[in-house]
């Protein structure tokens, strides 16, 4: 029974497209998190949300639009993609601040690949 | 200046050996710190949280030194398995449970 399951696992595309990732945990956590590696191993913050309300937008372009339908759920779209967009996407969860913090729990990935 | 550097190595070590990892951060408030351990081509896992007096799990030892905002890992009697990405990992103090990522340090245990 996977905790955080991402689909899909791998994706191709052209330039110009719309494509969306879509992201689910079972672990009962109110916090979910979209994580982009680039090819320099880089993880870097997109966005948080916390109970399907956005907490955290960190600089993301405007092409990339998260929906949250509810708390086990967090979906990240993305318009007109370019060829930069090219990384691995990690969806995370984790439980709220102040009830026992202890790291997150991170999806398999979306490696995303942009031609 | 990145948040958490870590040296990106790679590290390689015979089997048995004892290798000791890095990682400085720049927020002085921050709060937690964790290491993670991330496989090619897979996702990040949790190895270990990072308190104040050290601590210990197996083979595997965490030290924090706040004064000098500088963390650090010890692995003891390497074994192949343990060849993976080591993320040095910090939550900064700021909404929410962000975490800041180093770029990992790389370790290669050969027989």
């Known amino acids: 029974d996977t905790a955080v399951s991402q689909t899909p696992k791998y994706l191709v595309t052209q330039m110009g497209n719309d494509k969306s990732i879509k992201c689910e945990q079972n672990?009962?956590?109110?916090?979910m998190y979209w994580y982009k590696q680039d090819s320099k191993k880089f993880l870097k913050i997109m966005f948080s949300?916390?109970?399907?309300?956005?907490?955290i937008n960190e600089t993301v372009p405007n092409r990339f639009s998260p929906k949250s339908p509810d708390k086990a759920h967090l979906n990240l779209h993305i318009n007109s993609l370019e060829l930069g967009d090219s990384a691995v996407y990690f969806c995370?969860?984790?439980?709220?601040?102040?009830?026992?913090?202890?790291?997150?729990?991170f999806g398999s990935g979306t490696r995303l690949t942009v031609v | 200046r990145k948040e958490v550097e870590q040296d990106p190595g790679p590290f390689n070590v015979p089997e048995g050996a004892t290798v000791a990892f890095n990682c400085t951060y720049s927020?002085?408030?921050?709060?937690?710190f964790f290491w993670y351990r991330q496989d090619c081509r897979k996702e990040p896992k949790l190895l270990m949280s990072v308190y104040s007096s050290g601590n210990e799990d197996g083979r595997f030892t965490a030290q924090l030194n706040r004064a000098s905002q500088y963390i650090s890992l010890l692995i003891r009697d390497s074994k192949l398995s343990d060849s993976a990405t080591y993320l040095c990992?910090?939550?900064?103090?700021?909404?929410?449970?962000?975490?800041?990522f180093g770029g990992g340090t790389r370790l290669m245990v050969k027989p």
């Open positions: 990992v910090v939550k900064p103090f700021r909404a929410g449970n962000m975490l800041t």
């Open positions: 995370a969860s984790s439980p709220s601040a102040g009830t026992g913090f202890h790291g997150y729990t």
């Open positions: 672990l009962g956590h109110d916090t």
């Open positions: 949300y916390n109970n399907k309300e956005l907490i």
């Open positions: 927020n002085s408030a921050s709060q937690s």
